[in-house]
């Protein structure tokens, strides 16, 4: 049950209703309790509505009929993206209602990946204030922006610098769609009321100098705040947010590498956070992964897999595997043996100057490639790699649009019957191969699934359902049980938990067909399967901690949140 001012109360007959203390255009003008068109006769006249509306109320069906059909006289996906948002901005329970209704058909829109074109088109398109934006003049200044959000009511924050958007780069303060889009999703999949949603873009500046030229860019217009003062900027973030929204989960979002890896480790010790481009990512690969296996009949420990891209995502999906490969009884070192991880230079080996701290762990000894036939000594590609070690899962983080070749699949398909091929990078245009591609390159036989949607694919006359590996199917579902729960920390385990959920989840009748996500249109039952498998964890672990004697499905119940009108009474 929501809180605070979105308290829902009974009468004494048992009926459900809201008290609302605001009247007149101050009503309509409030996103979270706006009906437009649909308040009643009774309620037009109880809060001073007469004549600030058209004479005829609607039912709330007709209001979702017409929403739906200005959605469709939508020309564009970004005509579609800003038609969604400006109705968010009016009016959540009815967006949140349509998007229920329509979820594989507009979740591409609000986010993955249309959301990409509204960052980068951000400035050319502001319609209207949402979230907070977090500079280095105001960030001291936290605890006085801080009340027009209801300080104690915000239960997730979801906080980008806007460095690393999508495969997009550096974007500024255009990035503040990211946390408004993954929001939208906590709220659609697990939820969560979206009064209790922050969406929160930091401001340190751009090296994006198409928009430092640009007159119309909103941002500020200085290069990055770097080193010791972007580290000290991020610490007082970090405190104000502790300070004024005591009660909210951190998520980290869109971080340059670096700073992902950094940000997460400072504090995932001192406020309930996480980074879903480590964490998230590396969740729902593994959840694919587990059902590859279910489709071949072996384990995790049998694959040796290829990791293209070592950036945050990257070795966030390196490091949950490890993490697979573990919960499964392989040791730590025959783990880390069955992960290579490649960046822009090639695989990652140990003799690299300069190597980053976070690619370290998956470095391999130079000696290992000391009989393979290289191009250049010490130095090995993608190609070599595969010729030369027998990769059974190949899994692209690297934002590089096409660099899974055919010669590729087909030596893979020298190590096993099914390869697992796994082109992750979104948008769509950096994939590192289609799909039909993919299918025709092996004549059927890898297990496929993409980071971006795509319709089906049909190969020799059978159709095949592209898996969507969609970090929505974790990150929802984890904070909402951290939310539950009240959880200090987010920790490894509660994400492999989540994984293993979410491939249990897969019904065989998808694994038959090589599919191995369930579809977006069952985000919601996805995330409740996964909330209560994170929850039952945190249970078992901790058996005298915060879930102790609780109810896990009567906890989740009583934080759910459903986009319907209400009866409106004056208080």
């Not at 005591?246 to 890896?261: G, M, R, T």
Request: hydrophobic content about 40%.
């Amino acid at each position: 049950m929501a809180t605070g001012k979105y308290l829902r109360w009974k009468d004494a007959q048992g009926n459900e209703f809201r008290p609302v203390s605001i009247s007149g255009t101050e009503l309509l003008n409030d996103r979270l309790l706006n009906k437009s068109t649909g308040f009643s006769y009774e309620e037009r006249e109880a809060f001073n509505l007469n004549g600030l509306l058209p004479p005829k109320p609607q039912t709330f069906e007709d209001q979702l009929k017409r929403a739906y059909q200005g959605f469709l006289s939508a020309c564009s996906d970004i005509e579609q993206y800003l038609f969604l948002r400006a109705l968010q901005d009016r009016n959540e329970t009815l967006f949140y209602a349509l998007l229920s209704r329509h979820v594989e058909e507009m979740t591409p829109i609000i986010y993955t990946p249309t959301v990409g074109k509204a960052c980068q088109e951000f400035s050319h398109r502001y319609q209207k204030a949402r979230g907070l934006y977090v500079t280095a003049d105001n960030v001291d200044n936290m605890g006085e922006m801080a009340r027009h959000f209801a300080g104690k009511e915000i239960k997730i924050i979801v906080v980008t610098d806007s460095q690393g958007i999508l495969g997009l780069g550096d974007l500024g303060a255009g990035g503040m769609g990211i946390p408004i889009g993954k929001l939208s999703l906590y709220t659609l999949g697990a939820g969560i009321h979206p009064g209790h949603c922050l969406p929160v873009a930091l401001d340190v500046g751009t090296d994006n100098q198409d928009l430092l030229n640009d007159p119309m860019y909103l941002g500020i217009p200085k290069k990055r705040m770097k080193g010791e003062a972007y580290k000290l900027f991020i610490d007082k973030f970090v405190q104000q947010t502790k300070l004024h929204f005591p009660k909210a989960v951190l998520q980290w979002e869109d971080f340059s590498k670096s700073n992902a890896f950094n940000n997460l480790a400072k504090y995932e010790d001192e406020i309930p956070s996480f980074n879903d481009d480590i964490q998230g990512t590396g969740a729902v690969v593994l959840a694919g992964i587990i059902g590859a296996t279910k489709i071949k009949g072996e384990t995790l420990g049998e694959q040796i897999f290829a990791v293209y891209g070592a950036g945050a995502g990257g070795v966030g999906v390196a490091d949950q595997i490890f993490a697979g490969l573990l919960k499964e009884g392989v040791s730590h070192q025959a783990a880390r043996d069955r992960i290579f991880i490649l960046d822009s230079q090639g695989v990652v080996f140990d003799n690299r100057e300069g190597l980053d701290e976070y690619k370290q762990r998956y470095a391999k000894p130079v000696s290992l490639a000391s009989d393979w036939q290289l191009k250049q000594d010490n130095k090995a590609d993608l190609s070599e790699l595969i010729d030369n070690v027998a990769v059974t899962v190949l899994l692209g983080c690297s934002g590089v649009g096409g660099a899974f070749k055919e010669n590729h699949v087909k030596k893979m398909l020298d190590y096993t019957q099914r390869p697992m091929v796994f082109p992750l990078s979104n948008p769509t245009s950096n994939c590192e191969a289609l799909p039909e591609d993919i299918y025709r390159w092996s004549q059927g036989q890898a297990i496929v699934a993409t980071g971006s949607p795509f319709d089906d694919v049909e190969y020799g006359g059978k159709p095949y359902r592209i898996g969507q590996g969609n970090n929505v199917f974790i990150f929802p579902a984890v904070g909402l049980a951290t939310i539950v729960s009240g959880v200090k920390k987010i920790t490894m385990e509660m994400f492999t938990t989540a994984s293993f959920a979410l491939a249990d989840y897969v019904p065989q009748q998808d694994l038959d067909e090589g599919c191995v996500f369930p579809r977006i249109g069952e985000l919601k039952a996805v995330s409740m399967h996964v909330a209560k498998a994170v929850l039952k964890q945190i249970q078992e672990t901790d058996p005298d901690g915060c879930m102790c004697g609780k109810e896990i499905d009567q906890e989740l119940a009583a934080h759910m949140w459903e986009p319907i009108y209400l009866p409106y009474r004056r208080v």
